[in-house]
């Protein structure tokens, strides 16, 4: 089986750009969460969307949003880019959002932002 | 809020020596806790999980005991491989409510094992 897929894997905008990013959940899972890893730091939490909704959302600007589609898939938008946006954006999907689903991750999506 | 503490890497140790990587937490409710590994250039893998108080998770030789008394759950292994080198992050999961899944990470501990 297919694990989380992300797109694109690589990306260089420039301050003030927009950017999107994608990711597929393993298949069956409904829930998925974005997370961004700052070089040499553990994730921090961005949001966290279950069948569709927005469950969860970390301490992040506006400029940050997100949403799911029907197929469980999930866009994470950020705009008027800040050279501090320069991360790995990791995305994780789960089962459900009870406490002990363990959170399956993809490979990440680095952005450098110029 | 909740939060997790890990101890300060880097780690070097040589081969087949025993590791421990210190975790602590803080959590209002009853978090499940989880260890994570990241290989170089990759996305985190799951290593080992516990849902409940005096949980034992294990797994490829590691493992680590869900401490309720002490907020701990410390990583172990006997005999450590150059192939363990990685970041190991701690992790707490909590769920409630309308806000979902809370998961929060410790800032990761960087493994070296020198053949």
């Known amino acids: 089986d297919a694990g989380v897929t992300q797109s694109p894997t690589h990306l260089i905008k420039t301050r003030g750009q927009h950017v999107t990013l994608r990711c597929s959940p393993i298949?069956?899972?409904?829930?998925v969460s974005w997370y961004q890893q700052v070089l040499g730091q553990g994730p921090q939490f961005i949001f966290q969307?279950?069948?569709?909704?927005?469950?969860g959302r970390g301490n992040f600007p506006d400029r940050f949003s997100a949403r799911q589609f029907p197929n469980y898939s999930s866009e994470l938008n950020v705009n008027a880019l800040l050279l501090g946006d320069s991360a790995l954006y990791l995305c994780?999907?789960?089962?459900?959002?009870?406490?002990?689903?363990?959170?399956?991750f993809g490979p990440g999506t680095r952005l450098t932002v110029l | 809020g909740n939060s997790v503490t890990q101890m300060e890497g880097p780690v070097t140790l040589s081969e087949e020596a025993f590791l421990t990587i210190n975790c602590t937490y803080t959590?209002?409710?009853?978090?499940?806790l989880f260890w994570y590994v990241q290989y170089p250039g990759e996305g985190l893998q799951l290593l080992l999980k516990?849902?409940?108080?005096?949980d034992k998770g294990s797994n490829k030789g590691f493992e680590a005991t869900y401490r309720k008394e002490t907020t701990s759950f410390h990583l172990e292994k006997g005999s450590v491989q150059v192939s363990d080198s990685a970041v190991y992050f701690c992790?707490?999961?909590?769920?409630?409510?309308?806000?979902?899944?809370?998961?929060?990470f410790g800032p990761g501990t960087r493994l070296s094992v020198l053949p």
């Open positions: 994780a999907s789960s089962p459900g959002d009870r406490s002990y689903n363990e959170q399956f």
């Open positions: 298949s069956g899972h409904k829930s």
């Open positions: 969307y279950y069948e569709k909704e927005e469950r």
């Open positions: 959590a209002t409710g009853y978090p499940s």
């Open positions: 516990a849902t409940k108080a005096d």
């Open positions: 992790a707490l999961s909590e769920s409630g409510g309308n806000y979902g899944q809370n998961f929060v």
